[in-house]
């Protein structure tokens, strides 16, 4: 987090004149990545869902963006999204162990159970109003899965991670002018560790905004596998 601000500053990004956005899971153990960025960038809007899909859509991010401050003519924000894995101190995935929990649950939970679905064949497509969330994530996943796949947890997780950064891309750029906006896109894979370490493994991080070169620059400064945000306060995760 602290790399991505100190880069980022060098764009004109600074806490007094940026918002902070974060599409993430729903999940309380992804609110270490949340912290972080409202630690750097103040005040944050909160476009999280199931598996950090952006199911906000158009209305929400119209939202987020009427929200943020106007310094010098520019409206800028950092937006943070990814979906997120668990791996335990002994090295199952999709496993992590909370707090008053004996037993260990998931991560993603919701991810794992369209992977359960399609290992048993049977899965529901209708859009259920119920569980509008994660009827609008299987649609997604599904219609990017080659018919008779099984993807297990780790590529079902770096599909969401390709999705979740498309979807922002296409949503930023057919809703904001960079004549108006400036802002910053960093996304990739939140993974929970033991002993309550979080890292993230990153996949996109640019800048968009009319001072920039073709309005996209790329921003190449992440180690290629993972970036540390560890929280020492919070409970232990086997």
Known sequence: MKK??????????????????????????????????VKYWGKTFNCCSLGGFLTIGRTGIN????????????????FYGMPHIAISRYGE????????IDKPSHACGSLELIVNELNRGHFNMILDLEDLEESLIRQKLLSHIKYGSKPDLIKMTKLACNIISIDINNLLLKQLSPNIFNYAV????????????????PR????????FPHQLEKIKTFHPYRLEIVNKSRGRNG
């Open 63 to 78: 939202a987020a963006a009427a929200h943020t401050p106007i310094y010098d003519g520019m409206r800028r924000f950092t």
């Open 204 to 211: 996109d991080f640019y800048v968009v905004g009319e001072n």
């Open 93 to 100: 995935i999709g496993k992590v162990y909370r707090h008053g």
């Open 4 to 37: 991505t601000f100190d880069v980022l500053q060098n764009y004109g990004f600074e806490s007094e004149n940026t918002m902070g956005m974060v599409a993430l899971c729903r999940d309380e153990i992804t609110e270490p990545l949340f912290n972080e960025v």
């Open 186 to 201: 960093m996304t990739g894979i939140m993974i929970h560790g033991p002993l309550d370490s979080n890292w993230v493994y």
